[in-house]
């Protein structure tokens, strides 16, 4: 099966500093990659998705994402991080079973601390 | 834009007692599937259906059933229900299942918010 990890449970950051947020992929095959946000008592607002191509990856409320094939990665960045991006952070990756099912398998989560 | 809508936003219920969840897919949508999260927890696949049929089976309880209907829109029946049920359940939307649309983005609905006493 198909997995992501978030190696760390909560980032901290100064507003108007960089921000980012670790995932590392385990798939056989070609890697469906995505990041999605929550809110508290909210539902998960997709960010952004690697399906192929450019390693760089452009999504919302400016953040982009990395893909790294060598590193098995796919960081979360955003240039200078806003009190409004604290949340909760997580990389998920397209768990295609037999039948070419597209389930999501996500992974813990990264709790995102922007501090004024 | 519209985008998936779920029903009801919370639920109490008793041990032992039943339970149905409503999801409400983006218009042209033709794939549901419904997530279990847990408090503190990842987001766990339950179930997923395409063009009305059963598409793919995750950790879902025998207690549970779900159906998709003839104008997409899907319920999930939890019967017998257990303290360890008490979560929020997600449904989300997407354009395509069977191999033809790997890359198509799902979008979530704001989840139900189960407690079970």
């Known amino acids: 099966a198909q997995s992501v990890a978030q190696p760390e449970d909560q980032v901290n950051v100064a507003e108007g500093n960089p921000l980012t947020v670790k995932c590392t992929y385990s798939v056989s095959g070609n890697p469906y990659l995505f990041w999605y946000v929550q809110y508290p008592n909210r539902g998960l607002q997709f960010l952004l998705k690697y399906i192929t191509g450019d390693n760089l990856v452009k999504g919302s409320y400016g953040f982009e994402a990395e893909f790294n094939k060598s590193q098995t990665s796919f960081h979360l960045k955003k240039p200078s991080a806003l009190v409004s991006d604290s949340a909760l952070y997580f990389c998920?990756?397209?768990?295609?079973?037999?039948?070419?099912?597209?389930?999501?398998?996500f992974g813990k989560g990264n709790q995102v601390v922007v501090i004024p | 834009a519209a985008g998936v809508i779920q029903s009801p936003r919370h639920l109490i219920k008793e041990k032992r007692e039943t339970a149905t969840l409503k999801c409400y897919p983006i218009?042209?949508?033709?794939?549901v599937y419904w997530y279990q999260q847990g408090p503190g927890q990842d987001p766990q696949f339950l179930i997923s259906f395409y063009e009305k049929m059963q598409s793919d089976k995750g950790s879902i309880p025998d207690r549970f059933s779900a159906q998709q209907f003839s104008d997409y829109h899907s319920e999930l029946n939890m019967s017998s229900l257990e303290l360890g049920d008490s979560a929020l359940y997600f449904c989300?939307?997407?354009?395509?299942?069977?191999?033809?649309?790997?890359?198509?983005?799902?979008?979530f609905g704001p989840g139900t918010r189960l407690t079970v006493l």
């Open positions: 998920a990756v397209r768990d295609m079973q037999v039948g070419g099912n597209n389930r999501l398998a």
């Open positions: 989300a939307s997407s354009l395509g299942d069977r191999g033809l649309r790997k890359t198509d983005t799902q979008y």
């Open positions: 218009p042209r949508h033709d794939t």
